[in-house]
Each structure stands twice: as C-alpha cells, then as structure tokens.
C-alpha cells in the first residue's frame, strides 16, 4: 500500500508516491490491492512461495517482473542480473516475452503501475496490514513531548482528535435547530408520518391543512384513524418518530434524529478516514469537511428521509473497512515467519485459508438492510459494497502470495460473502415492516394490510402468508409510483449537474419586512430570510478535481483507497443516470457526500507530500492545502445564512446567488 507522509498517508513502499412565498430573481469493483512498485523495485512473480517453499515458474503474463528471482534477491531495472544456475537457460533478450506490452508502456506514462503481488523483499504483513502515519519527531518536540510517551497520546489523539471535530459539528447541527418554525418542504410528509409510526405502528393519511394546527397546538391534534398511502419503507420515519416521541411534535422534535444522525456521521467519518488513509490528520480533515459541507447541515437540520439513508450506508461503509482490515490481520497471522522476523507469502495458505466468522460483514449487511428500509436506493448501495468487499478479499489473497486470487476468492468467499449480507440486509428489511405486518387486517390496519385477505385467496402463491403477499402488492404498487413519477417541479435536477452545485433546492422562502422575523428594523427594504440545500461551493468544485485525482490513482497507481472512495461515491451517484427523465432533486446527493469529503482529503495528503520530500516540498504543500482548506470554511462562513434561516437584507441574499440557476 502506497500513501503520504507523517501529515498525510503512510508509505509502505519508499519508491512510490506515498504517502413557499415567491423568491426574488437575481436582477431583481474493482478496488485493487495497494498499488505495486515501479519495475524497479519488482522481482517474485505471483504465486512465489518461500519459507521452505521454492518459487514457481515465471508465467507469461506476469510482465510486471523482469525474471524469476529468489524472493530475497530483488532485482533493480539497472542492476546487473546475478548469473543464471548452472544448465538454467539464458535470460530472453530484451523485447522479447518477459518485456511489457506497448499498451502498457504507454500507460507507464500516466504514471500506471500493475497489480502487485507478494512484496519482493520487505515485510507482507505491512503490506497487508499497513501501519498509520506517525508525526515526525520534530512535531513531538514542538510540543515538548519525550518519545516515551509519543505512542500514548497517538492513542489519545485517535479518538480525541474525531471527537472534537464531531463536538464543532453537533454545535453547527443544534444550534437554533428548531428555527424556522414552520414545517418546511418534504417534511409536511415525513414529519406526521413519523408521529403516526411512532405511536401506532404504520402511517395515517392526514387532513391537507394540518401543518399550521400542529405548529399552533401539537398536543391538540389528534391521530388520524385512516391508514395513509406512502411511498417509501419505515426505517427513516421511525428514526424521525424517536425525536418526535422525546420532544413533541415540534419542528425541534422531528428534527433532533437527523441532526444528532448527522453529527454522529461527522465522528464516523473521521474514523473512517483515519482508518482508510491511515492517517488520523486526513481522517480529522475529512470529517471536518463535512461538518463544513452546506448540503450536510441543511439535511442535518431538516426531518428527511435522505440524511438517515446516508447514516446507515456510511456505517456499511465503516463496517466493510472494519472487517477488511480484521480479515488480512487474520491471513497475516497465518503466513510463514522466517528467520529474521518477516511475514513471507505462501501460496498454499493464501489459496485455501478460509477467513472465518467476520461479524463486522453481518453488521454491514444489517446496516444496509436499515439503509433500503429508509429508501430503496440502499439495496443498490448493497449491490456495490458486496462486489467490493469480496473484491478486497481477492486483492489480500494476491498480496499474500495466491498465483489465482480470483478463482481462490470465488471458492472461498463469494457465498460466504453473499450469505453475510444480502439475505441479512432482505432480512432487516422485512422486519423494518414489523409494525405494518403485525397491525390488523380487518382494514384498520395499515394501508394494503388486507389485501390478500380480500382479493388474494385464490391465487398460486395462497401458500404464502398473507401478509408477506400483501406486503409485495404494496410494494410493487408503490414501484409503479417511482418509475411513473415524471411530473415537472421547480427544483428538479438532472444528476450530470449535481456534482457542480447546477441547481439546489429551496426548503423555505419568505420576504419579512424590516423589524420582523429577523430583519433589522433599519433595513431599507425587505429582507430574505431561506433554507437553501446547497453544498459549500468550493468544497464540491475542489471535489470535482479530487474525483479525478481518485479516479487516477485508482486505475493507474492501483491504489485500493481510490478505489473504495471511488465505488462508494459512484454507488450514491451513478444510479440515477438510469432515471434522468423522472422527477429528482440535488438533495439526493447527501448520500455520497462523504465520499467527496474523503476525496478531497485524500487530494490534500498528496498536496502535503510524501514522506522523505524536501522541507520546501512539504512546506509548499502545506501552504497550499491549508489555503484551500480556510478558503472552504470562509465559503461556509459565508454561506452561513441561507443554510439556517437567518434574515438578511435582500442585496446580501442576492450577492449569495453565485448562479443564476441558484434562484
């Protein structure tokens, strides 16, 4: 595993990179495994066995490696070969089999590096289990720290560091949470859907004017007999309903869930972080983006579905990383040790250990099973994060030494991997229901609850449960809604724009005069007082380019970190390309926000420099990363206003306005 410096990401390989009132207009998975060495630094092929195992053959597609080496004896691309054994046969002359194709040497120039096998000459634990980043010891001096107790305080720091960036985002999330006082845009559904799945079970169809009553006098509203027609499953608005049940039926109340799922999201990410890029500076960084991130806050701070779904795909996300470094420390431990220490590849084991209980998988599995019962996009999330869990387990038999990691994998893993996950995630699915499936079916139950019992009793699949029927009737009833939904709105978006901010969506408008609502008494005019779910501009732009930046390393260094960050953020994304022509909003995009927010991170660690570069390299670096850092809080800073609801004078809204498709 490649990576940046102390400040950045640890380096396992020293030759590679390391690491609604009208609104004015403006006028007015394939994750590889680490990335291998240059050629200079290549000399085992795959599948050499040693500690008592002798090489195999050099096969012909294994052109990363100049010859067959012993695993000790590496070879450098200007070296002189040591002498072939007595009756071995002389070395092909050059451009002949054992030289790369054209295709590859072209590729060599964007800086390409092929899948890499066991580690020539070092350590494969470390390559399997990579160590994290550690500050130089002139920061530990800065701060008058002996080295004995520099490994204590990186242990306080792990945590420390992610609580306080949480402890930022929580006041960013809470404060004035229930400002305004109004029920604003989806949350006239989802906020009394909740209310009615806490208190019964299943949803009611309310009165269409019952919004200004419940701000007036929630405790005076009573609870619809009716069940109500909804469109998406229950997880979301049972996390919504445990706010509502510990606060009332408040806008603080039903929002209190999704700003604490918020914060908690922003501690998850700093971990994560940490974790992925083996650096507990990136991961801080990362979580402090998102706690800076506009589209974050605003979803925080509004009782929606969207941000719960985020929450639940970012701790599949964390659960998956858990469980791979949990796997590759099980398949290091289980490697040959030879004299001087050193783990060493072994074919035989990494082609037939199995890997064992991993309870971090069945817990991702759970996660995403919660994720699709808030909305259904988590079993496309599932789809993607089952190829590249097993994926990663492929790339950790490759590096520990398997000449076929992926006919290994598939023998070894893939069901394994399909059993820990997707029949946990259609089971916590299912149960998510519980309170539809165990409500009456005399019809005064939830709504389609008897449907089987009144116009199914003569069908083929009369074996099945009725409810378990008529809870697929719902649902396929409910598909029909989703695909038919082509209805124009004023914020609807198309997903080619969403990653350049091309058209947010206005949660709350209104124009109060000078004196009320906020509006300064000595204001000239009105004012503008919004709601406006829109990311920190120059946090998503410098994520357009971290994009890049991860979609390069992923295919031409072979960086596993890339591809994760890259999946993941492609599986919150890339699905709504098949459904441009319905009716779809920018906010959609919160679920993938922390993979952008990862992105970036991972962009400012190679701006930092690897480890071993030059004071004036790294100090260049610094200067730059830290000011693109500052400009993005600025931006937020900035921004501030039209994420909370605040008034200000009309000229400064429009000043805000950046784009005209912004109003």
Request: charged share 15%; net charge positive; glycine share 10%.
């Amino acid at each position: 595993m490649d990576g940046f410096g102390a400040a950045g990401l640890v380096s396992c390989h020293p030759s590679i990179l390391s690491a609604p009132a009208a609104r004015p207009a403006r006028g007015a998975a394939h994750a590889a495994d680490p990335p291998a060495p240059p050629l200079s630094a290549r000399s085992a092929p795959r599948g050499a066995r040693t500690a008592g195992h002798t090489a195999g053959p050099t096969h012909p597609q294994d052109w990363g490696a100049h010859r067959s080496v012993p695993y000790h004896d590496p070879v450098t691309s200007t070296a002189t070969p040591p002498p072939s054994p007595a009756g071995a046969p002389p070395a092909p002359p050059a451009g002949r089999a054992d030289e790369p194709p054209t295709w590859l040497r072209r590729l060599r120039g964007f800086g390409y590096a092929p899948p890499a096998g066991a580690a020539p000459g070092g350590d494969v634990r470390t390559r399997l289990v990579p160590p994290y980043a550690r500050p130089s010891a002139q920061l530990w001096a800065a701060f008058g720290l002996r080295p004995e107790v520099w490994g204590t305080w990186r242990r306080v720091l792990a945590w420390a560091g992610p609580l306080l960036v949480a402890a930022v985002a929580g006041v960013l999330r809470f404060v004035h949470l229930g400002t305004p006082k109004a029920v604003i845009f989806d949350e006239t559904y989802y906020a009394k859907d909740a209310w009615a799945t806490i208190r019964q079970g299943y949803e009611a169809s309310w009165p269409k004017d019952i919004d200004k009553s419940i701000l007036a006098n929630p405790d005076g509203v009573p609870l619809p007999v009716d069940p109500g027609y909804v469109v998406h499953p229950p997880v979301g608005k049972w996390v919504i309903g445990l706010g509502e049940w510990m606060f009332g039926l408040t806008p603080f109340g039903w929002r209190f869930m999704t700003a604490l799922l918020g914060t908690l999201s922003v501690l998850m990410l700093c971990r994560i972080g940490r974790r992925l890029l083996r650096s507990t500076f990136l991961g801080c960084l990362a979580g402090a983006l998102l706690a800076v991130d506009g589209l974050h806050l605003v979803m925080s701070r509004t009782a929606l579905l969207d941000l719960v779904l985020m929450f639940f795909v970012l701790a599949a996300f964390g659960a998956l990383l858990v469980d791979r470094d949990r796997t590759r420390a099980r398949l290091a431990d289980a490697l040959p040790v030879d004299a001087e220490g050193r783990t060493r590849p072994d074919t035989v084991i990494a082609e037939t250990l199995r890997l064992g209980w991993r309870p971090y998988r069945i817990l991702a599995g759970v996660c995403l099973g919660l994720a699709a019962g808030t909305k259904w996009n988590g079993f496309v999330v599932l789809a993607f994060f089952g190829v590249l869990t097993v994926l990663w387990d492929a790339a950790a038999r490759r590096t520990a030494g398997a000449g076929a990691p992926y006919a290994s994998m598939l023998r070894r893993d893939a069901l394994p991997g399909f059993v820990s996950t997707v029949p946990v995630a259609v089971a916590t699915y299912v149960a998510s229901w519980s309170g539809w499936i165990f409500s009456p079916d005399n019809g005064k139950g939830g709504y389609l609850r008897d449907w089987a019992a009144k116009y199914d009793q003569g069908s083929p699949l009369s074996f099945l449960p009725e409810w378990l029927r008529s809870m697929w009737h719902y649902e396929t009833e409910v598909y029909k809604f989703h695909v038919g939904l082509t209805s124009g709105h004023t914020y609807e978006s198309n997903p080619w724009s969403w990653l350049v901010l091309g058209r947010p969506v206005s949660f709350f408008y209104e124009s109060p005069g000078p004196g009320t609502d906020g509006c300064p008494a000595t204001a000239a005019g009105k004012c503008a007082r919004e709601v406006l779910a829109l990311g920190t501009p120059l946090l998503w732009w410098a994520g357009c380019f971290a994009l890049l930046y991860v979609l390069w390393r992923w295919f031409f260094r072979r960086d596993w970190r890339a591809g994760a960050i890259a999946c993941a953020l492609g599986a919150g994304l890339l699905p709504w390309f098949n459904y441009q022509e319905r009716t779809i909003f920018f906010f959609y995009a919160v679920v993938f926000v922390p993979y952008l927010c990862l992105a970036v991170a991972m962009m400012i660690g190679a701006l930092l420099g690897p480890a071993g570069s030059s004071e004036r390299r790294r100090a260049v670096g610094a200067i730059g990363a830290g000011v693109l850092v500052l400009l993005i809080a600025w931006n937020f800073i900035y921004f501030w206003p039209i994420y909370t609801g605040q008034s200000i004078p009309l000229d400064s809204w429009r000043g805000r306005m950046w784009l005209d498709t912004w109003v």
